[in-house]
């Protein structure tokens, strides 16, 4: 730890298995059903200090739905598969073992034949100024370094 900085709110490390979190209901907004009566539940397995992030177990039974993506994203599906449509038309299959990233503030639309149960890491993006910051720091970097920054989703 450095000079004058604060100790953690809590353990260091969080530690669990997916079959053990106690999974809650977590409904889709009714408004973004296409088909079916998808049931969506999640595990939430760990919470930043900040706010700023989280890991979760999501699992949801068959149906079509749009979904909105506050936060970026990263899940990997651990059962089942899912049919993603980002808002370019472009459909992806998603199986066990399979990882996508979602950007923040974008739709996608979720068909589910049958099941699915993913992990998911979410993280609120730094606000504008903060993120153009950061990009200059890396260039600044990679200037100085001779190399080429590197990309960050910034």
Known sequence: MKINEAPA??????????NNL?????????SWILEGNPNARIGEHSQSDDDA???????????????????????MIIEGEVHVT?????TRT??????????GKTWATWQID???????????????PLQLAIKLRNKLKAMRSG????????
């Open 9 to 18: 709110a809590g353990p260091s490390v969080i530690s669990g298995t997916a």
């Open 22 to 30: 106690e999974m809650k209901p977590s409904p889709i907004e009714p």
């Open 53 to 75: 992030a989280m890991t979760a177990i999501w699992d949801c039974t068959a149906g079509r739905f749009n979904w909105y993506y506050g936060w970026d994203e990263t899940v």
């Open 86 to 90: 980002d808002e370019d038309g472009v």
């Open 94 to 103: 998603l199986r066990a073992g399979d990882i996508a990233y979602f950007r």
């Open 114 to 128: 049958n099941y699915v149960r993913k992990i998911a890491f979410v993280r609120r993006p730094f606000p504008g």
């Open 147 to 154: 190399g080429t920054p590197l990309r960050s989703g910034l």
